[in-house]
């Protein structure tokens, strides 16, 4: 039953100032509800009977994987591989996200949005994340993923009470903030995702929304 009501929140293709945003839905099993209940429990202290979440922020990030195929794929399986060995510790639960933007500026949605995703550390509970493809020298981001990025967090700022847009590699600035829940003082990693340059173009398209950056900015 659980997963019959998650699934139902997903909407054919969703209007998107003149363009789609395209489900394209993640594997959404009874393991994954169960794992994401116990991260939410272990990490931030939540019981709850379902993985929801009231958005407070949005997350941009990048994948460092060229294809959107390849990034779906990382996600849609419930389990963390055991490649990543630095996040391990925190809970099997896989990596994911809400959206996905491919090299194209298109915009794809894997999860609803008030369910919890595991992409950024001490902020799942109250963050969506927007993953997008690529990432590398060979695969920078483009003029297409900056105007995509900028067009569906209006649309989320719209759609709930946003405070707050970072990138991956500001997500420290909110240790000690009242939106951080992570239990483990030393569970943190580096990030450098999605660039600070993209971050700043982002901000600056986003100018009006009141929209604030990370703590302190």
């Given at each position: 039953m659980r997963i019959l009501?998650?699934?139902?929140?997903?909407?054919?293709?969703?209007?998107?100032?003149?363009?789609k945003i395209i489900q394209k839905p993640i594997l959404w099993d009874q393991e994954r509800i169960d794992l994401t209940l116990a991260y939410l429990k272990d990490r931030y202290g939540l019981e709850q009977e379902t993985p929801h979440i009231t958005p407070k922020m949005v997350v941009v990030?990048?994948?460092?994987i060229p294809t959107f195929a390849g990034t779906f794929g990382t996600f849609n399986r419930a389990t963390l591989p055991s490649a990543r060995t630095g996040i391990q510790s925190a809970g099997a639960l896989n990596?994911?996200?809400?959206?996905?933007?491919?090299?194209?500026?298109?915009?794809?949605?894997?999860?609803?949005?008030?369910?919890?995703?595991?992409?950024?550390?001490?902020?799942?509970?109250?963050?969506?994340?927007?993953?997008n493809v690529g990432g590398t020298k060979e695969t920078p981001m483009n003029e297409a993923q900056l105007k995509a990025n900028i067009a569906l967090i209006k649309m989320l700022n719209e759609k709930y009470d946003l405070e707050y847009v970072i990138g991956h590699f500001e997500y420290k600035a909110f240790i000690g903030h009242d939106l951080w829940l992570e239990k483990d003082p030393d569970y943190l990693t580096n990030k450098t995702d999605p660039g600070v340059k993209f971050m700043n173009d982002i901000r600056a398209g986003l100018k009006?929304?009141?929209?604030k950056g990370s703590p302190g900015r």
């Amino acid at each position: 039953m659980r997963i019959l009501i998650t699934v139902l929140f997903f909407i054919v293709s969703s209007p998107l100032f003149g363009q789609k945003i395209i489900q394209k839905p993640i594997l959404w099993d009874q393991e994954r509800i169960d794992l994401t209940l116990a991260y939410l429990k272990d990490r931030y202290g939540l019981e709850q009977e379902t993985p929801h979440i009231t958005p407070k922020m949005v997350v941009v990030h990048f994948t460092v994987i060229p294809t959107f195929a390849g990034t779906f794929g990382t996600f849609n399986r419930a389990t963390l591989p055991s490649a990543r060995t630095g996040i391990q510790s925190a809970g099997a639960l896989n990596v994911s996200s809400q959206y996905s933007i491919d090299r194209d500026g298109t915009i794809y949605q894997f999860m609803p949005d008030t369910v919890m995703a595991r992409h950024v550390i001490g902020l799942n509970h109250c963050a969506i994340g927007i993953e997008n493809v690529g990432g590398t020298k060979e695969t920078p981001m483009n003029e297409a993923q900056l105007k995509a990025n900028i067009a569906l967090i209006k649309m989320l700022n719209e759609k709930y009470d946003l405070e707050y847009v970072i990138g991956h590699f500001e997500y420290k600035a909110f240790i000690g903030h009242d939106l951080w829940l992570e239990k483990d003082p030393d569970y943190l990693t580096n990030k450098t995702d999605p660039g600070v340059k993209f971050m700043n173009d982002i901000r600056a398209g986003l100018k009006g929304t009141g929209l604030k950056g990370s703590p302190g900015r």
